[in-house]
């Protein structure tokens, strides 16, 4: 059971370059989330997929786009790659059971540069 | 915006010792308060959770305690081990939510 599987887990770009990140789940979750992490301010929100079919903006979505490609695959994408955008990308997934929530299974990671 | 502010940053304690993690949070429709653990390089998970229709829970060293007239929660670490060091986020979604925010993080260090 492999859970939550990221690729790839290492990235350099050039400034203006584009690059799609993957994400799988394997635990029939509805929901997936794209997260990145900066030192010192926590996990922060770029987009989610509340269910198949679905996509909507979290807290910091500009610079990116996402596809919900099927129930067990979000992707995310970045068309011109800018150094504000060297991060720590984590994809998530969740689920809810009689209306409530459960916590996230997070994938490995993806650790992105752009120079 | 809704936001939750975590304290200390930073929490250095002896081994043996207990620690504490505190969060607020913002938004008082929040039900949902789990915690999480990312050791260095890894990915975070999720070690305890809460609802608001409780006010604690306990998983053998470590316990989660939440006031929602405050609109605070702690985590409590008894008996603090080498292997406890890494950083640990709250966090706080609403009930059948799709956004969960996390605080900024807590880098604890347990000394042998």
């Known amino acids: 059971n492999a859970g939550v599987t990221q690729t790839p887990k290492f990235q350099v770009l050039k400034t203006g370059q584009s690059m799609t990140l993957q994400c799988a789940q394997d635990m029939n979750h509805n929901s997936m989330y794209w997260y990145r992490q900066d030192p010192g301010m926590g996990l922060r929100l770029i987009y989610y997929?509340?269910?198949?079919?679905?996509?909507d903006k979290g807290e910091v979505p500009n610079g990116y786009n996402v596809s919900r490609l099927n129930k067990r695959e979000f992707s995310l994408r970045l068309e011109s790659a800018a150094p504000s955008q060297t991060s720590v990308y984590f994809c998530?997934?969740?689920?809810?059971?009689?209306?409530?929530?459960?916590?996230?299974?997070f994938g490995s990671g993806t650790r992105l540069t752009v120079v | 915006g809704e936001n939750v502010e975590q304290h200390p940053s930073t929490l250095s304690v002896q081994e043996g010792d207990s620690a504490v993690i505190k969060c607020t949070y913002s938004?008082?429709?929040?039900?949902?308060f789990p915690w999480y653990k990312q050791e260095l390089g890894k990915r975070p998970q999720l070690i305890i959770d809460i609802r608001s229709n409780v006010g604690e829970k306990k998983d053998q060293r470590i316990a989660v305690t939440l006031n929602k007239t405050a609109k605070h929660f702690s985590l409590h670490i008894t008996e603090t081990q080498p292997e406890d060091s890494a950083v640990y986020f709250c966090?706080?979604?609403?009930?059948?939510?799709?956004?969960?925010?996390f605080g900024a993080g807590t880098r604890l260090f347990v000394k042998a």
């Open positions: 997929s509340a269910s198949e079919g679905t996509t």
């Open positions: 966090a706080a979604s609403r009930a059948g939510g799709f956004k969960t925010i």
């Open positions: 938004d008082s429709a929040s039900n949902y």
């Open positions: 998530a997934s969740s689920d809810l059971y009689r209306g409530a929530r459960y916590g996230y299974t």
